[in-house]
T-cell receptor
Framework: SQTIHQWPATLVQPVGSPLSLECTVE??????LYWYRQAAGRGLQLLFY??????ISSEVPQNLSASRPQDRQFILSSKKLLLSDSGFYLC???????????FGQGTRLTVV | AQKITQTQPGMFVQEKEAVTLDCTYD???????LFWYKQPSSGEMIFLIY??????QNATEGRYSLNFQKARKSANLVISASQLGDSAMYFC?????????FGKGTSLLVTP
């Protein structure tokens, strides 16, 4: 069966520090991968998605970047965190174009 | 680009009653899919129901049904016989191409 792993669950980082959040999917190949951010009490904002290795689509210009170095690995990064980067980050995967997305448990990031 | 609008920030319903959560969408694509997800306070995203743009019948999954009105571009979620455990955030989402976009969500509170 397929599973998605996202870590860490919580993270407290100082302003100006780098960020690396990792997401991996097991039990499938060539998944569509997604990164979302959710501010407190708000909706999910699509940040990046990828349909293949090395391919990244950016939805919102910001202080973040994404990479897909392997088929089932999706990484969200920042060189210097801002206070406004705080939020709940969710990774998701989909096996095909018109199918539901399966989400990781999320990372709660607090930038201080 | 596709867009989802959820106009109800918060809703109340009494236990055992039915409730309708509104969702309208905007897309120029002919082929698309609509989803509803539930997010309890734990933060996990739980898939509830899916409706394809070419599906002629409204989708149903247990106590959940999707009232799909294609001409009006609406995809409302109906929860029948509400339970206390239904209290959560509910998100409508649209997939067209590869981007999966969510609305801002509706907070549902089920009261005894």
């Amino acid at each position: 069966s397929q599973t998605i792993h996202q870590w860490p669950a919580t993270l407290v980082q100082p302003v100006g520090s780098p960020l690396s959040l990792e997401c991996t999917v097991e039990g499938t190949s060539n998944p569509n991968l997604y990164w979302y951010r959710q501010a407190a009490g708000r909706g999910l904002q699509l940040l990046f998605y990828s349909v293949g290795i090395g391919q990244i689509s950016s939805e919102v210009p910001q202080n973040l970047s994404a990479s897909r170095p392997q088929d089932r690995q999706f990484i969200l990064s920042s060189k210097k965190l801002l206070l406004s980067d705080s939020g709940f980050y969710l990774c998701a995967w989909r096996p095909g174009r018109i199918t539901e997305a399966f989400f990781g448990q999320g990372t709660r990031l607090t930038v201080v | 680009a596709q867009k989802i609008t959820q106009t109800q920030p918060g809703m109340f319903v009494q236990e055992k009653e039915a409730v309708t959560l509104d969702c309208t969408y905007d897309t120029s694509d002919q082929s698309y899919g609509l989803f509803w997800y539930k997010q309890p306070s734990s933060g996990e995203m739980i898939f509830l129901i899916y409706q394809g743009s070419y599906d002629e019948q409204n989708a149903t999954e247990g106590r959940y049904s999707l009232n799909f009105q294609k001409a009006r571009k609406s995809a409302n979620l109906v929860i029948s016989a509400s339970q206390l455990g239904d209290s959560a955030m509910y998100f409508c989402a649209i997939i067209s191409g590869y981007a999966l976009n969510f609305g801002k969500g509706t907070s549902l509170l089920v009261t005894p």
